[in-house]
Each structure stands twice: as C-alpha cells, then as structure tokens.
C-alpha cells in the first residue's frame, strides 16, 4: 500500500507511520521486523538500548528489499551523551546492522541532570557531514533542550520523536517543534496497555468508518501531522495499523479523541526534565 511521505527540515524524507521494534529481539524479532517490511513499513525505529539492532539488521537482510527502500532509525543511550562516546555509538550501531549509514539517528533522551545532551547533538551534526548519517534528530526532548542545542550549534534537530496518544496528546509540545520546523514522531502511539479503544470518540469513528480502534488512533495521528511508530509481532495486526489511508476523520472527531489527554497521561512518569536514562 502507498504511504505518504513528509519532506524534513534537511530535505531529506520519511515515510508518514513507521514500524515500532521495542522489544522484538531474537528470532521472533527477525521474524517479525521480516513481516513487517512484506507487509509494507519502510521505516524501522531501533535503539542501542533495544538491544535488538542485529535481529533488525538480520531482518533487513533477509527481507531482500534494496537497502535504499528501507530507513532505518537507531538512538543514542544517556550512557554516550560525551563527544567521543556519542560518536563510537552510532559507529556501535552501524556495526551491529550491518549498514554503512543510517537514515535517522536520535538522542534517546536528554539526561538533562548529567548536562551533555548538546555533546552528543555536537557529535551527531559531525557524522551527520561525514555522510554516516542522512537525517539527526532527537527523543523526548522539551522547549528548552531544543533549544540550548540549535543555539549553540546552529542546526535544528529534523526530528523530536516523544511520548504521544491520546491520553497524553502533547498539544504544546507538538506546537513547540512545529514552530521549530521539525517533524513530530509518536513513540508508544496506541498508548500501550491504556490504549483507549474503548472510548466514546474512539469507538464511535471506528464503528463509523468500518475500522478497528487502532486504526482510529493511528489515523488521529496522522491527522495530527506526526508519525507514529507503532509496533506488532502479529502480521494482520501490522498490516492493520499501516492500512490507516483510506479514511479520514473530521475536525470534531479528532478535538474529541484530543479531548481525551490526561493531566497524569503520561504511561510511566518519563518526563524529560527529571527522567534518566543509562
């Protein structure tokens, strides 16, 4: 099925909704990122701290599709936010996919009490020029890490991927990184195992339009202008959660699915200004 596409800040492209592949490891991890990419997802969201880079690599290879069909995002832990060590991850990352760039490489999170977030954006706009990497970006970054990086560095970040559903719809921040000129990305989109399916303006839609609750949310996504990232070992189940083109929600079904966020929304407390990640 044909995805749409978003044109970045960097003129560089990505496809509308990617593939999720937290926690796919191991055998079942290659067998499902496999699926994945047969069912159609062109973009695969990986991370050191997944632990499954090698099984998405594999997965790559044994798809047999041409390496330029398929983007490939990986993030940098808080353990390599230094210079020298943030510049060793991605070269980790690129040894352990077997690739020779990637397309997208993230900061996973900005550890703002260690400080060296901006090293690593440093770092990323370097391998950036060097061509190892096509697109830089970063996750769960807020308004004020945004922009203590584009001052001191001059370049903006293409991507700010962060927690985002219905319960938790993140309407100052998507403004922030629309008004910066980078694309939103929505990690745990469905909402995990608070996924709203059963809510009114969910249910509703889904009834209205024939489809599934999950496509409801998915397509509320793309309405909203990110793209999410949603992950499903389960090949029906992938190919559902791709197949969110063929309809649209109005205006007031969108509000109402909006309406559902949340002052405690958020799925385990990650706010970026106090989480640490190793």
């Not at 997802?41 to 044994?62: H, K, M, Q, S, W």
């Not at 510049?87 to 550890?111: K, T």
């Not at 995990?192 to 339009?209: G, L, S």
């Amino acid at each position: 099925m044909a995805i749409p596409t978003y044109t970045l800040n960097d003129g560089s492209t990505l496809p509308a909704i990617g593939f999720g592949t937290y926690p796919l490891r191991g055998d079942d991890g290659i067998t499902a990122v496999v699926s994945a990419l047969e069912v159609g997802y062109r973009l695969l969201d990986t991370a050191v701290n997944y632990e499954n880079e090698r099984a998405v690599g594999e997965a790559i290879r044994r798809s047999g599709l041409p390496r330029d069909q398929i983007q490939v995002a990986s993030k940098i832990p808080g353990r390599h936010h230094a210079y020298d060590d943030a510049v060793a991850s991605v070269r980790g990352s690129l040894e352990r996919l077997g690739l020779d760039h990637l397309d997208l490489q993230l900061i996973h999170w900005p550890n703002p009490s260690v400080g060296r977030y901006a090293e690593a954006w440093r770092a990323l706009v370097d391998l950036q020029k060097e061509g190892l990497v096509r697109s830089i970006g970063v996750s769960n970054f807020t308004e004020a890490h945004l922009t203590r990086i584009i001052d001191e560095t001059g370049v903006t970040p293409a991507v700010n991927q962060i927690e985002l559903h219905p319960y938790f719809p993140q309407a100052p921040m998507r403004a922030v990184n629309e008004r910066l000129g980078i694309r939103t990305e929505s990690w745990s989109p469905l909402g995990k195992r608070q996924a709203p399916f059963t809510e009114p303006p969910v249910a509703a839609a889904a009834e209205k339009y024939a489809v599934t609750p999950g496509q409801v949310i998915l397509r509320w996504q793309v309405q909203l202008g990110s793209i999410p990232i949603p992950k499903s070992a389960t090949p029906t189940r992938q190919r559902e959660n791709l197949d969110v083109f063929g309809f649209s929600l109005t205006d007031d079904e969108v509000a109402a699915i909006t309406g559902l966020g949340r002052p405690d929304g958020r799925l385990f407390g990650g706010d970026p200004d106090h989480h640490e990640e190793q």
